[in-house]
T-cell receptor, first 115, second 110 residues
Framework: SAVISQKPSRDICQRGTSLTIQCQVD?????MFWYRQQPGQSLTLIAT?????????ESGFVIDKFPISRPNLTFSTLTVSNMSPEDSSIYLC????????????FGPGTRLTVL | QQPVQSPQAVILREGEDAVINCSSS?????VHWYRQKHGEAPVFLMI?????EQKGHEKISASFNEKKQQSSLYLTASQLSYSGTYFC???????????FGKGTSLLVTP
């Protein structure tokens, strides 16, 4: 498995501001992803965080709104920019360790409320 | 395209069995099953790769029918701790990004 931590665990923000969420893994992983889970909904993939290069975004998500960094094999950040109440969600990072296993593990999530 | 899960919700008495289905219109490389309790992160249950294999994990097992692009999760002799929302996540190619179904809410009562 993988030990994944996210900071902050929750936050309440004002509209128009930005929040950066951090994801830290206990050891090197092959893949890192960012998902969004709106209240009572399923998980939706935002982007794949690529180490050393620009993230790969899914349809409906853009870099200007959700800039992502992945400076090394154990750490990634997701920024939610110019927030509106519609951005209120749980944001989760997930990792695939690789090495012959495709299992994807999720971090504890960051619960964001935008007022 | 989002996989389709059924049923949307199920209520069981402790000790009863349940089956949750997940189907896709796309050819799948793998199917992943997770359980999520309220306010917590999804917890990995099992992964099935194309090839139609079946896996087991204590009283929870799953199958993957490659011809039908359908997976089923079997919960036998359910326990109170099985309550939660079950999600299937599918991968349509040899990548890793998961496409999740809408989830199945399972409640086990005493």
């Amino acid at each position: 498995s993988a030990v994944i931590s996210q900071k902050p665990s929750r936050d309440i923000c004002q509209r128009g501001t930005s929040l950066t969420i951090q994801c830290q893994v206990d050891s090197q992983v092959t893949m890192m992803f960012w998902y969004r889970q709106q209240p009572g909904q399923s998980l939706t993939l935002i982007a794949t965080a690529n180490q050393g290069s620009e993230a790969t975004y899914e349809s409906g998500f853009v870099i200007d709104k959700f800039p992502i960094s992945r400076p090394n094999l154990t750490f990634s950040t997701l920024t939610v920019s110019n927030m509106s109440p519609e951005d209120s969600s749980i944001y989760l990072c997930s990792v695939v360790r690789g090495g012959g296993t495709d299992t994807q593990y999720f971090g504890p999530g960051t619960r964001l409320t935008v007022l | 395209q989002q996989p389709v899960q059924s049923p949307q919700a199920v209520i069981l008495r402790e000790g009863e069995d349940a089956v949750i289905n997940c189907s896709s219109s796309k050819a799948l490389y793998s199917v992943h099953w997770y359980r999520q309790k309220h306010g917590e992160a999804p917890v990995f249950l099992m992964i099935l790769l194309k090839g139609g294999e079946q896996k087991g994990h204590e009283k929870i097992s799953a199958s993957f029918n490659e011809k039908k692009q359908q997976s089923s999760l079997y919960l036998t002799a359910s326990q109170l701790s099985y309550s939660g929302t079950y999600f299937c996540g599918t991968v349509a190619n040899s990548g890793y990004a998961l496409n999740f179904g809408k989830g199945t809410s399972l409640l086990v009562t005493p």
